[in-house]
C-alpha cells in the first residue's frame, strides 16, 4: 500500500483513494512486517547491490507467500527480483502513455 500511495502521489486524491479503498474493506492487507521481518531483512540482505525498497522487499516476500499471485508494478527490478532464490516472480506492467 506504502508502494501505491507513493506511486499516485502527484495524481490528485491518489493516494487518499488508496486509503480509501483499505477503509472500505475492498482491499485487505494479509501481511505482517513484525511476522516477516527476518525473511524481508534476508531479501535486502541478498538484493543489496540492487538496491532493494523496503516496500519492494516486502512484495517479493507477499509473492513467496501467496504463490499464485502477480505484482501490479512500473519498477524493472522485478526483472531482476526472485522469490524463494530462484523463482521468476509474474508480474503485470501496466502501459505507460
Known amino acids: 500500500m506504502a508502494e501505491s500511495c507513493y506511486l499516485l502521489r502527484n495524481l490528485e486524491g491518489g493516494s487518499s483513494s488508496v ?4 477503509r472500505r474493506g475492498a482491499v485487505s492487507l494479509a501481511f505482517s512486517l513484525a511476522d516477516e521481518s527476518a525473511a524481508v531483512a534476508r531479501l535486502i540482505k541478498r538484493y543489496h547491490d ?7 522487499a516486502c512484495l517479493v516476500r507477499m509473492s513467496e507467500r501467496f504463490t499464485g499471485s502477480e505484482v ?8 531482476i527480483y526472485r522469490r524463494l532464490g530462484r523463482g521468476v516472480i509474474p508480474v503485470i506492467v501496466p502501459e505507460r502513455r
Open 19 to 22: 486509503l480509501e479503498l483499505i
Open 72 to 79: 501490479m508494478t512500473i519498477d524493472g527490478d522485478f526483472r
Open 50 to 56: 540492487v538496491p532493494i525498497s523496503l516496500a519492494d
